[in-house]
């Protein structure tokens, strides 16, 4: 919790009516960083002059600094907001975070409530629940749920209570939200309404359920957890089992039977190990990892194996593509068209294609400058479409690599198409998580659950091209859709971009060499 600090003149300044508080700056007598961002602002039409004028007031300890940022949220580009978020987060005095409370408290535009919010969550101040815990019943879902993670920002305890009815919520976003902010606060009022909602209809309460009964380790989870294993389908067999692991140290996997009969010996008089003890049971079940084996069908990719039965495979055809592998070892016993990275990845996944599961719905989506997916949304792993599938997969090609420079050599640009062999990785990442650009955030609750994503090279073309930018909204766009990302890297670029791609979407990083 960040400590405000009050400064002995603004102190007597505030107690004085009437009077505005004199906030310390290290700024001269003459600046005016407000009147200079009225000013100038609005004549701004690029966004990274208009980022970088938001952040000059970083410092600032003006309340007009609040004046003029909180409108961006409703009115300007992501990136900007963004800035203002953490202009809004920094302040060291009072005064400024006073005013930042008013304008949440009067303000009847519910981008900027869910924005100033946004700030408070991230800054963690001092005294200002009382002034958050009215939005809870907003009418907008987004500023509720934005509340609920500023409140859990606080780490008072006090206002856990006032969450739980939430746990109640029709509005999936808010009912995840209260979950999870009473679960940050370690409290054990989350854990009625999680059990309860292990039976939920939506797939993204359930899984935050599982997550939130394996994080708030109570002795009275674990058979909910193991019932609800038995009846289970798809990735959440291996969140539950994620979960009964936290809890006690034991893994077994989905195997729903080796997990009965462990309940079985000890129920009754049970108690969840400590954090010591939890690490210990660790150790010794590691090394009888391969004594269990999953009773579900499982999908693998690259040696990656999920039980989900809802799954996206993007897959890079960007001009990079058609390099040869270099690191051959790795694929040894393995028969390709060719060493081009293209036609190993190809023939991959048409095998994973080839051994899906009928119950697993499938699409395949191909990037490259643009976003090819052979379906609209995923389909049934029936025959048909596994055979369509595979065609389709079969004649992709490595668009505008080094071998079509030479058309454009001789003047032949629009054959060889350079241009269109880029990586659009934000835009196929985006196209995967279904999100369509100008539509609400409320088209959250999609079907596909698990993302298997692999390229080979930095990202290049598309409205975000900055690993970090690509990150952040990925991040920001799969906050509410709870999609697992697992990414596979076939190249010697961005090898960290795709690690943490995975680590912060839940999945696994996979790295294939050179």
């Known amino acids: 919790m960040r400590t405000l600090l009050w400064s002995a003149v603004a102190l007597v300044v505030l107690a004085a009516p009437g009077r505005a508080a004199a906030p310390q700056s290290t700024q001269g007598a003459d600046e005016d960083p407000v009147g200079d961002f009225k000013r100038y602002f609005r004549k701004y039409k690029d966004t990274p002059t208009r980022v970088e004028a938001v952040l000059s007031l970083a410092g600032c300890e003006q309340p007009g600094v609040v004046e003029v940022l909180a409108p961006l949220f409703s009115e300007a580009e992501p990136e900007v907001g963004i800035a203002a978020t953490r202009v809004l987060a920094g302040f060291q005095t009072r005064p400024p975070v006073d005013r930042l409370l008013l304008e949440l408290q ?35 879902w987004d500023v509720r749920r934005r509340a609920i993670q500023a409140l859990a920002a606080t780490g008072d305890a006090t206002v856990a209570p006032s969450l739980v009815p939430l746990c109640q919520e029709s509005e999936v976003a808010v009912r995840c939200a209260a979950l999870e902010g009473l679960a940050q606060m370690r409290s ?37 957890l193991i019932g609800r294993l038995a009846e289970e389908e798809g990735r959440l067999v291996e969140d539950i089992g994620a979960a009964l692991r936290n809890l006690t140290g034991r893994d077994f996997g989905a195997r729903v039977d080796a ?17 010591e003890e939890l690490e210990k049971l660790r150790a010794i079940q590691a090394e009888r ?20 039965q809802s799954i996206v495979f993007v897959i890079d055809v960007s001009g990079s593509m058609e ?70 997969v079969s004649r992709l090609e490595a668009i505008g690599g080094a071998s079509k420079e030479e058309l454009a050599s001789v003047g032949l640009v629009g054959a060889a198409n350079l241009e269109g062999g880029k990586t659009n990785s934000y835009g196929a990442l985006m196209a995967a998580l279904a999100v369509e650009e100008g539509k609400e955030s409320k088209d959250y609750e999609v079907d596909v659950d698990t993302i298997f994503f692999l390229s080979d090279g930095r990202p290049s073309h598309g409205r975000f091209v900055e690993p970090d930018d690509v990150l952040r909204e990925i991040r920001l766009a799969n906050e509410l859709r709870k999609v697992v990302i697992h990414t596979i890297t076939l190249g010697e670029f961005e090898k960290d971009f795709m690690r943490r791609l995975a680590e912060e979407n839940g999945g696994t990083f996979v790295d294939l060499g050179h």
Do not use: C
Request: hydrophobic share 40%; glycine share 4%.
């Open 106 to 140: 009067s303000s009847g535009d519910q981008s900027v409530k869910a924005g100033l919010l946004r700030a408070l969550a991230q800054a963690r101040y001092a005294d200002v629940k009382e002034s958050i815990l009215p939005l809870l019943g907003d009418r907008s």
């Open 188 to 224: 054990e009022l989350v854990l009625a309404p999680a059990r309860a909602d292990l039976t939920n209809d939506s797939w993204q309460v359930r899984a935050t359920a599982i997550a939130v009964l394996g994080r708030v380790r109570h002795t009275d989870s674990v058979a909910p």
């Open 259 to 275: 997990w009965q009969q462990f309940w079985k010996a000890v129920e009754g008089h049970y108690q969840i190990p400590t954090d």
């Open 289 to 308: 990892q391969a004594e269990y084996t999953p009773t579900q069908h499982t999908v693998a990719y690259h040696g990656v194996e999920t039980p989900s």
């Open 323 to 392: 390099q040869d592998v270099v690191d051959k070892a790795r694929f040894q016993g393995q028969e390709f068209p060719s060493w081009k990275r293209i036609d190993v990845i190809k023939t991959e996944l048409i095998r994973t294609l080839r051994a899906l599961d009928p119950n697993t719905r499938f699409n395949v989506i191909a990037f490259a400058t643009d976003v090819m997916p052979w379906k609209k949304g995923p389909v049934k792993a029936n025959p048909l479409n596994k055979s369509s599938a595979e065609s389709w």
